[in-house]
RNA sequence: UGGCCUAUGGUGUAAUUGGUAACACAGCUGAUUUUGGUUCAGUCGUUCAAGGUUCGAGUCCUUGUAGGCCAACCA
C-alpha cells in the first residue's frame, strides 16, 4: 500500500511502461546471475537487492542462475558461498539454475545457426585474430576462414565438440559484421575448446560457450523478462539482441536486457583481483574478514541483513556514475542495531577507580535495563563493588565547562549506580594517572527514587566491576582504506591507501552477563559502539568485533 | 581521431513525463536524555555551459564542455 506512494526508478519506469504494453504481469520474471568464481561483495548485494526487490514489488519469480560457462575459473565452494549469501540476505529464489544445465541447446543452436549461414569455425590463433579485429575508430578485417562451407564448419565444429583439437586451434565465431562500429560485433566468439573438467557437467564437453552467446539465449530459456547488468554490458546489448534474433520465436517471450550503474562504496574497492590482492598479501586475514566488503564479511562484522537492504533500498539505481558514502551504509548499522542490539557495559581502556567510602570485601547487583529503545527487552543485574574500571578518557585532573566526564573535585553518574566524585588521584613514575580516588553518595543509587537519586549531574559513565570483570579480546575495526576512491588515483596504486591502522586489538573488561552469549550475538557497549562474537570465539576466550562505533559529537567538538 | 552512455545541493536519489526543485545521509543550531547514543525542532545548500522553442524548461531542440564504456578463446 505504502508502495504506491514511492517514486519510482528508472527500471521500474520501463518495466510499468512494458506492463501497459506488451507484458502482462504473469510475464515478470527476474534473475540473479553470478558468476561462481569469488565471492560476493558490496556491489553484488545491490545488483542482488535490485532483482528480488523487483521480484517481490511485482509478485514475480526471480531465478538464481549461475554463469557457469568457464570450468577454468569456477567451482562449487563458490556456488554454495553464493547461495549462503543470497539467503542471509533475506531472498528467496524461484529456481535454481545453471548456464551449464543449457549446453546442449545452445550446442543444437549453434549447429542451426552454422546451418543458416550465420556462424562458422575460425582455424587463426587468438593474435592473429586480434589483429583483424581492428580498433574502435577502424574497422576489421574478414578471417580467411570466415567462408568455408558449411558442410566443413559442421565437421569442423563437431570434432571440436569430441575432443579432436588441442585448446586455441579452431574457434566458432558468429559471422556478423567485421565493420560494425560496435567492436563485439565483429564476429563474436561464440565456443573456444576447453579440456577441463566443469563442476557439474565434469568432462562431457569440451568446447564451452561464450558469455554473450550463454547469456541472452539462458534468459530466452528461462523466459526472464527482464535482464538487468551494469553499464559496461551495454554495448553487448545489440550483440544479445542479435543472438535473439536469430533464434527467438514468436509465441515465446523475448526477453530484454537493461543496464545501471554499478554502485561504488567510498574507501573500499570491489574487483576481485584488488579483493584477492588484499587476501593474499595478508593486509586481510581472508574473504570473510570484517572489514572486507565482501558479504560474508559485513556478515562476520555484523551488519545485519536488514541495514544491507535499506542501504541499498535508500541509494536508488540509476545510469550515473557514483561514489555511495560509507557513511551511508552505517547509518543504516546503526539504525537497525539501536533498535535490536541489548545494551551492555564494558571497558575497552581500563582505569582502576577505587570508592574510598564503600565498604572493602562489599558488593551488590544493580538492575540495570536492556533497551532502553524496547521496553520488552526487560532488565537484567550488574554487580557493583568498590574498585571499579571506567574509561581513561573518561577522567582528567581538570578539564573546562564541556567535559562532561570525571575530573577532580568533580561528580559525574555512574550508569545504572551512583554519583561518585574524584577526590585524587595517583600516577606511576611516569607521570600517567593509575588510579583515581574517589567518594559515593550512598543514597543516589539510581531507581531507588531518593531525592539524591534524582540529582541531575551532567555526565554518565560506563564502568566495570573489576572483581567481576570477564575478559575478551576486541577487535576494533576501522576503514581499510585511508582514500575515499582508492582505485581511481591513476598515478598511485590502490594498496598505497590500504589504512595500516585497520584493526586494533585491545582486551575489554566486560560485565560478567556477557559470559553466556554465543558467537554472532550483537549488543551494544554502552558509549562505546555495537559489537558482535566473532566466530573465531571459543569456550575459553570470547572475541568480539566492533561492528560500527556510535555517532560520537563528542569527537567532533574535540577536532575544533 | 570512431561509436555509445551520463551530467540535479558535499554524497546518493526523486520530481505526477512541459507547471512551486524535493527526500535521505553528511554538516550546522537548539531542546530532551542516567549512553556526548536515541528522539525532537530548526538550518545551510542544487538543475554542467551557451543559445533556442514555449505563457512556462531539470525535463524538448542545437552546439559545446566534462566524465565513463568499447579492440579477453573473462563474465
Redesign the pocket.
Known sequence: MEETKK????IE?IIE?DLGKDYSKSDLRFRF?P?PNGYLHIGHASSICLNFGLGLRYNAPVNLRF?D??P??EEKEYVDAIKRDVEWLGFQWDKECYASDYFQQLYDWAVLLIKDGKAYVDS???EE??KQ?G???EPGVESPYRNRTVAENLALFEQMKNGDFE?????LRAKIDMAS????MRDP?MY???HRAHHRTNTDWCI?????W??GESDYIEQVSHSLCT??????RELYDWFLDQLVSKDKLRPKQREF?RRNL?HTVVSKRKLLKLVEDGVVSGWDDPRMPTISGMRRRGYPPESIRNFVD????????????V??LE?HV??HL?KVAP?VMAVLNPLKVVITNYPEGEEEWLKAEN???DESAGTREVPFSREIYIEQEDFKEEANR????LKLGGEV?L???YIIKAESCTKDENGNIVEVQCTYDPK????SGTEE?LR?VK????WVSIKHAETAEIRLYDRLFTNETPDANKEKDFMEFVNRDSLQIVTGYLEPSLKNVTIGDQV?F??LGYFNVDQDSTDEKLIFNRTVG?????A??KEK
Open positions: 517514486s519510482l526508478n528508472f519506469h511502461e546471475p558468476e554463469d560457462t568457464n577454468a575459473k587463426q590463433s587468438s585474430m586480434a579485429k580498433t574502435p575508430t585448446e586455441g586451434i579452431h574457434v562500429t560496435n567492436m563485439l566468439i573456444r575448446v576447453i564451452y560457450p561464450m558469455y554473450d550463454t547469456h553499464l559496461e554490458f551495454l554495448p553487448h550503474a567510498s535508500t541509494i536508488g539505481i540509476a545510469k550515473r556514475d557514483n561514489v555511495v558514502d557513511s551511508l547509518f546503526r539504525e539501536n545494551r533497551n532502553p529503545e564541556k567535559f562532561f566526564r553518574r550508569k545504572n549506580g543516589s543509587k539510581s531507581g537519586s541531575k555526565g554518565t559513565l560506563h551494544q554502552q558509549r556510535l555517532r560520537d559529537t563528542w567532533k567538538l
